[in-house]
């Protein structure tokens, strides 16, 4: 699997988009939003805190979920179809490309937080920012195994625009965009339950030194194995058509 995985790795650096796709996005919303607020002391400070670990990753999870598209053209060229010859079962596979799709939202994480330092001026000790970074790209296993999910499960055509669809919907629905404290009440418990809005709650608490609480903690969980088990099974059958 070490061996796949680095395989995957280098196909993902030398992916022309890869670095574009991770970074513009991300910087350039975290730049736009954050200077649309205003206030001063305190209030700026956790408002730009707040932004940044939402931008952050908003950028991280398109991301991964996006990396999980490069599955469908797999299914279209055969490679698929020869993996699954090889000594490496289901689960290896998908875990090997889950990790592939994590290290790919890690760029637009470190980016956007040290705009926030330089910029924004946030300050945090040492160990936070780790942290914080740290939460951000551990979180996005969930996201990653979903991307993969839709790459093998959908057709050609279709995989972009589910894709994108999914990240709006959960970046909208999750908070990150606009917090979900200004939802109406059903909107705000259903938020809740979406893992966007689990995955960045986490570190928003960390980077406040609080305890990220046990409700986002679960619900992130239990998305991620989820989506492993469904991008287990869309991998099994996917290796029995091409496209």
């Not at 705009?115 to 300050?123: F, Q, R």
């Not at 194995?225 to 091409?242: C, P, T």
Request: proline share 5%; net charge positive.
């Amino acid at each position: 699997m070490i061996g796949y995985l680095k395989l995957e790795i280098r196909r993902l650096l030398r992916s022309p988009g890869y670095l574009v796709g991770s970074l513009a996005m991300p910087l350039v919303m975290y730049l736009v939003i954050s200077n649309l607020y205003s206030g001063s002391g305190a209030e700026r400070e956790q408002t730009a805190l707040y932004l940044m670990v939402s931008m952050a990753g908003f950028g991280a999870v398109g991301a991964a979920l996006t990396n999980g598209m490069s599955v469908v053209a797999d299914r279209s060229n055969g490679w698929l179809r020869q993996l699954r010859i090889t000594p490496l079962d289901a689960r290896r596979v998908v875990v090997a490309r889950g990790l592939t799709g994590m290290l790919a939202g890690l760029p637009g994480i470190l980016a956007v937080c040290v705009l926030g330092g330089l910029l924004n001026g946030i300050h945090l000790p040492v160990g936070r920012w780790v942290a914080v970074v740290g939460l951000l790209w551990v979180g996005l296993a969930p996201f990653a195994l979903l991307g993969l999910a839709v790459g093998y499960l959908v057709s050609v055509p279709a995989a972009q625009p589910v894709t994108m669809l999914l990240n709006i919907s959960m970046s909208i629905l999750g908070g990150l965009w606009v917090p979900a404290s200004l939802f109406p009440h059903t909107l705000r418990r259903i938020s809740q339950l979406v893992p966007t809005s689990g995955y960045a709650n986490i570190s928003r608490q960390i980077a406040l030194n609080a305890t990220p609480h046990l409700t986002d903690i679960a619900v992130l969980l239990a998305w991620m194995v989820g989506f492993a088990g469904l991008a287990i099974v869309a991998y099994r059958r996917a290796g029995r058509r091409i496209a």
